[in-house]
């Protein structure tokens, strides 16, 4: 075939006349991972094993989440970093018997989850001046990627839906989880969020004083919060109780992360999750993980982790929970 030097080429959809620059949604080569960019230049990365957001980063390349250098992403085990989800119990559980066989976090990080699709702020119907773009997956009871001691130890038909959203200054990760059966199940739900600090030194948390708290680190003591600001200098494993939503409040409740001269950094807000993990291996536990690296790693790191894991949540059949947490940059 001879080839024309003018030939015509096909019309390029993204830049069509009128409509606003798009989001971009790609798949890797090997389908392990599904990648979105803002026009602007913001991109998410999300695992399907665990629907794990391994990456997050701002315009100019800045990453956001902490993922461990030797975090296994092939399927073969919880990914170390990023935001794993843990459903439908946190920890362990070895007195509560619907989940007392579960692998520590539940199953749902430990499962394929389904790519279920893409919206995006021209697709949802509002095309604003503002790109946004949603990302859908999925996980069943009968879903081929369900981790099989999901399976054998959970025999409860449910349905979970993870939406993750991007904005240019902010992610949004939200959970819904149903009943499809007419067994009601209990259920713990937590974002595990690995926040990238530059020196874990100078971070300061606010959002928790006078929140109640188990010290996990202190033979799961209840304490109450008396600091206005939490620093962390040692090994750091708390449950906090706080008000569930504050997804439309000025500052009550959302948790805040800043840096060195309180440079701000990051304002996590939720709806409906009414606990707040915050962790830290520090040095020995770090250490001790053999998929934590570098093991100074713990300085740059730490978990703000939304979650409703004080109490259970029981779900009737056809009823569902819902969760979210948004994670806006500060500057
Ligand atoms: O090593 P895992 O299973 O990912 O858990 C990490 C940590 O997750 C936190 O949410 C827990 O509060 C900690 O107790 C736990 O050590």
Redesign the pocket.
């Known amino acids: 075939m001879v080839e024309r030097a003018n030939k015509p080429k096909p019309p390029n959809l993204s830049s069509t006349p009128g409509l606003p620059p798009q989001a971009t949604v790609t798949f890797s080569e090997d389908n392990s991972r599904v990648i979105a960019e803002l026009p602007t230049g913001e991109t998410v990365e999300v695992l399907l094993y665990g629907a794990t957001v391994i990456s997050w980063k701002d315009a100019s390349g800045d990453e956001k989440l902490w993922l461990s250098e030797a975090a296994k992403l092939d399927g073969s085990r919880?990914v170390?970093g990023g935001i794993?989800i843990?459903f439908p119990v946190?920890?362990t559980a070895p007195d509560h018997p619907q989940t007392k066989d579960l692998p520590?976090?539940g199953f749902a990080r430990t499962s394929r989850w389904e790519f279920l699709g893409k919206s995006t702020s021209e697709s949802a119907g509002r095309a604003t001046d503002e790109p946004t773009v949603k990302l859908d997956f999925g996980l069943s009871s009968a879903a081929p990627g369900l981790d099989p001691k999901a399976t054998a130890h959970w025999p409860f038909k449910f349905n979970l839906i993870y939406s993750v959203t991007l904005k240019r200054e902010s992610l949004t990760t939200s959970i819904v989880a149903t009943n499809d059966g007419s067994a009601p199940f209990d259920c713990q739900v937590?974002l595990?969020t690995y926040l990238r600090v530059k020196d874990i030194t100078t971070v300061n948390i606010t959002g928790l004083q006078n929140a109640t708290y188990i010290d996990?680190v202190d033979a799961s003591t209840t304490k109450q919060e008396t600091a206005p600001t939490l620093t962390i200098t040692g090994e750091t494993?708390r449950?906090y109780t706080t008000t569930a939503d504050t997804s439309d409040a000025a500052d009550d409740g959302a948790v805040t992360v800043t840096e060195a001269n309180n440079t701000p950094r990051f304002r996590v807000t939720r709806d409906n999750l009414s606990n707040v993990?915050v962790?830290n291996?520090w040095a020995d536990?770090a250490e001790g993980?053999a998929d934590f690296a570098p093991k100074d790693g713990y300085k740059q790191m730490v978990?703000v982790?939304p979650g409703s894991v004080g109490a259970w949540q029981s779900v009737e059949g056809g009823d569902g929970f819902e969760g979210a947490q948004t994670i806006t940059l500060l500057h």
């Open positions: 919880a170390r794993p843990v946190f920890g520590q976090h937590l595990h996990k494993d449950v993990v962790w291996p536990k993980m978990c982790e």
